[in-house]
């Protein structure tokens, strides 16, 4: 089973800023990781898909990049809605797995 | 509409059985393949198992196999998940998920349905 670290933990930042989380896999997952969002008490939501797609609907400010372990989930200006919870998840093996999570809060 | 919705959670004693159905509708049931994923309270997104378009193909995460059983019944539109050896750590909210990439894309959650083990 492929394990997903996500850091950091807890990313603390202001309105306006540039978010940068990390996923790393413990074996490579060539291009397949996903991104999703999680605001308390709603489903998750799909934001990136095969490490740079943005899933419909998703704004510009959120972009994905990596490649093999190690990959980035980019929000290039912080929007109120944007503070949430984060999870990659790949999608190479058969059997999928989540990252634990990175959680974006205010600053 | 593609539309997901959980049934069958409940409150249930370790080392017992439950099982989770999930009806789909608005979509080409038989032709995805479908996810199980799970979340305990406060906890993270955990993925359960999936099964492909026609059955043939099961996996599991390793902390569910060997004691739950995803199967599906597409001339029902239904997907189903049998729990055995139920564990206080299987204690979580249960989704049905469909994720798919290519042409238009879609991805979808049902509303989950609660599980508890406790005695």
């Known amino acids: 089973e492929i394990v997903l670290t996500q850091s950091p933990a807890t990313l603390s930042l202001s309105l306006g800023k540039r978010a940068t989380l990390s996923c790393r896999a413990s074996?490579?997952?060539?291009?397949?990781l996903a991104w999703y969002q999680q605001k308390p008490g709603q489903a998750p939501r799909l934001l990136i898909y095969?490490?740079?797609n943005r899933a419909t609907g998703i704004p510009a400010r959120f972009s994905g990049s990596g490649s093999g372990t190690d990959f980035t989930l980019t929000i290039s200006s912080l929007e109120p809605e944007d503070f949430a919870v984060y999870y990659c998840?790949?999608?190479?093996?058969?059997?999928?797995?989540f990252g634990q999570g990175t959680k974006v809060e205010i600053k | 509409q593609v539309q997901l919705v959980e049934s069958g959670g409940g409150v249930v004693q370790p080392g017992r059985s439950l099982t989770l159905s999930c009806a789909a509708s608005?979509?080409?049931?038989?032709?995805?393949?479908m996810h199980w994923v799970r979340q305990a309270p406060g906890k993270g997104l955990e993925w359960v198992a999936l099964?492909?378009?026609?059955?043939?193909?099961?996996y599991y995460a390793d902390s569910v196999k060997g004691r739950f059983t995803i199967s599906r019944d597409n001339s029902k539109n239904t997907l189903y998940l049998q729990m055995n050896s139920l564990r206080a750590e299987d204690t979580a909210s249960y989704y049905c998920?469909?994720?798919?990439?290519?042409?238009?894309?879609?991805?979808?959650w049902g509303p989950g349905t609660t599980v508890t083990v406790s005695s």
């Open positions: 998920h469909l994720t798919v990439t290519i042409g238009a894309g879609m991805d979808v």
């Open positions: 095969d490490t740079s």
């Open positions: 998840q790949q999608r190479f093996d058969w059997v999928w797995t």
């Open positions: 099964i492909s378009y026609d059955g043939s193909h099961k």
């Open positions: 608005g979509f080409t049931f038989s032709t995805y393949t």
């Open positions: 074996q490579s997952v060539s291009s397949s």
